[in-house]
């Protein structure tokens, strides 16, 4: 029979081990050992990159239905909206955020994703600066991403394009917007391209804020 041990090991990683990695565990020969060639083994491990509402909330900004005290727009993973249709949400689907923007709200719509008030859950924009989602709207739309710093200084700026097909956008690199802030507050603005009268609908899976891999 062949002998066997068990081995632990504690690794501390961050952001410059993102990535994939192997190690390897070699254990000593011994007199008399019918074969060396043998005495290692190898696991591979993949670290993703950390996503600040997981880290730092709990709660990753996925969608999930509020079960409690739930807001008109079904979850807990929104603080607030501007410019919405009160009237549209909907929780058809479980985990998926539902809504529509009327046209006169097109250009002054917003969405704050959660974020705790203490300035302990603030976002260190040198470290969570890639922003992704999973969505969808009824017309493709301007994507806006607005924030709120330490100082209470807000600014925004134009960084995608959300088509009329399931996908996800991004990750979209924010790291020269955000060098040096402290991000206190951040919104979504969906601003639909044409002149159509109708109301745009949008559909949000998740939305993803990751560190930046090396």
Same mark, same amino acid.
């Given at each position: 029979m062949p002998a066997t041990d068990?081995?632990?090991?504690?690794?501390e990683t961050d952001s410059t081990d993102i990535g994939a990695h192997v190690l390897e565990v070699r254990a000593?020969?011994? #007199?008399?050992? &019918?074969r060396s060639d043998d005495n290692w083994v190898r696991a591979a491990f993949l670290i993703d990159p950390r996503d600040y509402a997981t880290e730092a909330l709990?709660? &990753?900004?996925?969608?999930?239905e509020a079960t409690l005290n739930p807001p008109a727009w079904k979850t807990n993973d929104v603080d !607030?909206?501007?410019g919405w249709d009160a009237s549209a949400y909907t929780d058809s689907i479980g985990g998926m955020f539902e809504?529509?923007?009327?046209p006169g709200d097109f250009s002054t719509n917003r969405m704050y994703l959660h974020v705790l008030p203490s300035s302990v859950f603030w976002i260190d924009g040198d470290l969570y600066n890639q922003l992704s989602l999973m %969505?969808?709207? !009824?017309?493709?739309?301007e994507l806006t991403v607005g924030w709120v710093d330490s100082h209470n200084s807000e600014s925004s700026s134009l960084i995608d394009t959300i088509g009329t097909a399931w996908g996800e956008t991004g990750p979209?690199?924010?790291s020269a917007l955000w060098s040096g802030e402290t991000i206190k507050k951040i919104w979504l603005r969906f601003d639909p391209i044409g002149t159509s009268i109708v109301? %745009?609908?949008?559909?949000?899976? #998740?939305?993803?804020?990751e560190e930046q891999a090396p």
């Open positions: 068990t081995l632990s090991f504690t690794w000593a020969t011994w #007199q008399g050992e &019918p709990g709660d &990753p900004w996925d969608m999930t !607030s909206l501007r809504g529509e923007i009327a %969505a969808k709207c !009824s017309m493709a739309s979209i690199d924010l109301n %745009a609908r949008v559909r949000i899976g #998740q939305v993803r804020l």
